[in-house]
């Protein structure tokens, strides 16, 4: 079942922070998040495993409770640059039957 | 490292004929690469999965005999769109994930056009 993303879009001024949520109805094994701009391919942002992990990337990190299968992409302080379309990614397992079902995407438009 | 590309990155052909997209992880070996296709403004949909030396594992809806999969090597995955028609036409994107390892990387996608 595909996650659900929130919100669908979101506008800032460059420096604001912004959270953007992937929610499952199904327990998860992993969360990956990406990030897409117009007409290119997703960009590997970071994964996370089942285990209540929470992972940082320069100004962006997110977190993942299993027990709510939840997570959450945290973008602190943004840039121009991170304007673009995030996408969650779910895997309700790992090994040989590994595969990601992703959500419909949070736009995020990052304004000088 | 983790570097996935695709070719051609666009293509137009006529309804009726067939078009072959590679997808090579450049700089590991991807035991598992996957095909997704996304249309505009929308979320990228799973079509199948490829393990190498293995027949693809396709998702419900999708055609199987319309799009071919092959995985030949632990580099190297194509998709062939057979008897492409209008409503072929979307970006196809492929990605690849090694051995071990959660993460995939994406290639850079490929739009087709079908007339």
């Known amino acids: 079942q595909q996650p659900v993303q929130s919100p669908q879009a979101v506008i800032l001024r460059e420096g604001e922070d912004a959270v953007i949520n992937c929610s499952s109805s199904k327990a998860l094994y992993s969360v990956h998040w990406y990030r897409q701009k117009h007409g290119e391919a997703p960009v590997f942002l970071m994964i996370l495993l089942k285990g209540g992990e929470q992972k940082g990337h320069e100004k962006i990190s997110a977190s993942f409770n299993e027990k709510k299968q939840q997570s959450s992409l945290y973008l602190t302080a943004s840039q121009l640059s991170y304007s673009g379309t995030y996408f969650c990614g779910t895997a309700a397992s790992g090994g040989s039957n590994y595969k990601l079902t992703f959500g419909k995407g949070t736009l995020l438009t990052v304004n000088p | 490292g983790a570097v996935v590309s695709q070719h051609p990155s666009r293509v137009i052909c006529k309804s009726g004929t067939s078009v072959k997209i590679e997808c090579r992880s450049l700089d590991f070996q991807a035991t598992t690469m996957f095909w997704y296709r996304q249309f505009p403004k929308k979320s990228l949909m799973l079509m199948a999965t490829?393990?190498?030396?293995?027949?693809?594992?396709?998702e419900q809806g999708v055609e199987k005999d319309k799009f071919l999969i092959n995985h030949a090597s632990l580099t190297l995955s194509t998709l062939t769109v057979t008897s492409a028609h209008p409503e072929d036409s979307s970006f196809y994107i492929c990605?690849?994930?090694?051995?071990?390892?959660?993460?995939?990387?994406f290639g850079p996608g490929t739009r087709l056009t079908v007339l």
């Open positions: 990605s690849a994930k090694r051995g071990g390892y959660n993460e995939q990387f």
């Open positions: 490829s393990n190498e030396g293995s027949k693809a594992t396709y």
